[in-house]
């Protein structure tokens, strides 16, 4: 069982039927984006649910437990009841773009899923600047929120965006210098391509274990990325009632609060395609159809482990977060990406062989993690000595 | 021809522009509209909006900016070299590595000007 | 390759043009940069077009490219930045206001 | 044949949106404009078959430097005033300089002679571009990271509040 060859078997047998090839393909282009239009769209309401539920269940609540066997027809009810709800439209807002800015949240979070390499070779599109393209739409993204945001005419709505902007300006940096490590190492920038380049060790060759310190960086600047907490200033009730999204109802709101869960898989898929070898596994070269299974499980570990987080954490200061990023973040990134090409490059000429290369990768991740953590712990024990109500500024060192 | 590895792209781009459109145009249809003025008033708890909403920014905001782009630029320089990379040799990773160092210094800078400092 | 090359030159020109009334004529000098953004877009569309049907296997025509995003971030940020010191002092950003170095 | 029917669609949408960007009276719905222009043409570097730079033509444009624009506009506040977007006295000349400049460049490159090639991108396009940035073109490409300190370093002194 494979699924790429009952994507072949299908254009073969479309072929047989004498349809001329530009339709082929165009049927194929056409089913490939419902099936995968379909899917994140279903997708949306099962995590909403599963959301819904860790968070409860964390902070030892039922979560949703009313219509249907667990819960479970939540999503849909509440589907349902945006459907139908009146919308308002602020009278000072501008309207086009106020309309356009939920469309543009929307869109740019499906085009993502167009990319995504479900398994070997399942993906909607399989394109050389996978990565690049990734971080295109989620430009865009941030494009939607300033609309989004300006076009309220709301002081809030205004100031909302554009913290919201500022911060996933920031943190784009540390993931693309991050996302740049499994690329450099692969030589590609396609995702199904990574996600091959981790099959050693038995399908277990993963970048996490050489590259461990990039994963965690990933993992906190996702969280930033996707807007969760700890980092969801965006929605500080109690600073800027509810970020650039305030002014908006109903089904308008909906899709940004869809866009947000998808947001959210998509990073969890994203850090299993680079880091957890996405559908790579034991017996996947034999049993293609096993791939699907890994990658599903991989992604829904990231998204329970995102989950957690934002059920278990206080909020951070938006200006924390900022020095947090560009003090330690970027420098760190920089770090890990120089630090893991000159050892790739030295094992390279020296021709030594995989496990030497991956061992002081490792080594060099662990050495750069304890630097900055230990750097960090310091400032902090500095700052608590000088009864600063900062807890968190860190300085340049003294050179 | 690479563009029509893209053909899905384009069809996914139309698909996915267009269903936020159609289920929009389709609740227009369906929910109830009894706009009136304190309804459709700009929300600000409750208390009357002074001024107009478009209110000026502080340069702290364009600071940020302007530090991403450089970097992001960076990136885009990045990203074709860490496909080469298995093709360059040592001295392409020096100029890179020079490449990464010079705005490794202008991000010293604009720590020292306190530019990254959230007022 | 069914798009002859003089399509993408005349619309690489209309661009141009475009971007160049936009700069002469408007008077708000963020509105001015718009408008060299968009002549810069045009020679962008240009590079391309002259490296996909004249030298397609020698990629220059796209590094070009790379370079030319390079400057026009580097001219829009120094330019924005320019603006709003200026705006800062003057509490206008128009060009035929800005006349502090006349004679 | 499909091709000329994608290009015409988008290189006119992509005009239109251009045309927009330069007469809309709000600012902010210009720069909006802009981020249409330059979508539209990441589509066409696609259909020009250097996807690498469509999605670069994204990253930089759309996410940095229309939203460089749009923090500016909001730095400086009565540019989102009615006014902001207007032009000045010399508009008509402009129309008439910009039509003339565009027939003549027009007729100028329907003159010109081409030496057309007809050969496919080569597959590892994107491997070309970055040998090509650390070795031909290296001196280019260290003089790029020095422009970009230098606009950083002056930006930031022109851009703080003192």
Redesign the interface.
Known sequence: MDLRSIGEAFIAWLQGLGIPQGWVLLINWLLGTLIILGFALTLALVLIWLERKLAGRIQDRLGPNRVGPFGLLQPIADALKLLTKEDITPADADRITYNLAPIIAVFHILMMFAVIPFADRVVGANINVGVLYLMAFGALGTMAMLMAGWASRNKYALLGGFRVVAQLFSYEIPIAMVMMIPVLLVGSMNLNEIARGQGSLFGLGWFVWVMPAAFLLYLVAALAEGERAPFDLLEAESEIVAGYNIEYSAMKFAWFYLAFFLNTWILSAVAATLFLGGWQGPFVDRIPALGVVYFFGKTFFMFFLFAWIRATFPRLRIDQMMAFCWKVLVPMSLALLLGAAILVKLGQQLAWPFAVTGGLLFVMNVVVLLVTLSLLGRYTRTLHQQQNKRLFTPELPRL | ?????????????L???L???V??A???L??????N?I???????GIE?VGD????????????????????????????????????G????F??????L?????????????????? | MTVPLSWYLIFATALFSIGFFGVLARRNAIAVLMGVELMLNAVNVNLVAFWRYLTPTDLSGQIFVVFVFAVAAAEAAVGLALMISIYRTRKSINVDELNELKL | MVGQVLFILVAAITLLMALGAVVAKNLFHAALFLVGVFFGIAVLFILLDAEFLGVAQIVIYIGAIATLIVFAIMLSKNVMGKEAGAYNRNWYAAMAGAVFLFLLLAWLLLKAPFQMVSADVPADAITQIGQGLVGTYVVPFEVASVLLLVALVGAIMLARER
């Open positions: 021809m690479i563009a029509q590895q893209y053909g899905l792209v384009g069809v996914f781009a698909i996915a522009f269903f936020p459109i289920t929009l389709f609740t227009w369906i929910r109830p509209k009894r706009p003025p309804k459709q008033s700009t929300y600000e708890c909006t909403a478009w209110v000026q920014f502080r340069a702290q905001y364009y600071l940020f900016a302007l530090i991403f782009v450089v970097f992001d630029l960076e990136a885009i320089f990045l990203f074709p070299f860490a496909v080469a990379f298995n093709k360059v040592w001295f392409a990773l100029e890179a590595i020079l490449f990464v010079m705005l490794f210094f202008g991000l010293i800078y604009a720590w020292k000007k306190g530019a990254l400092e959230w007022q």
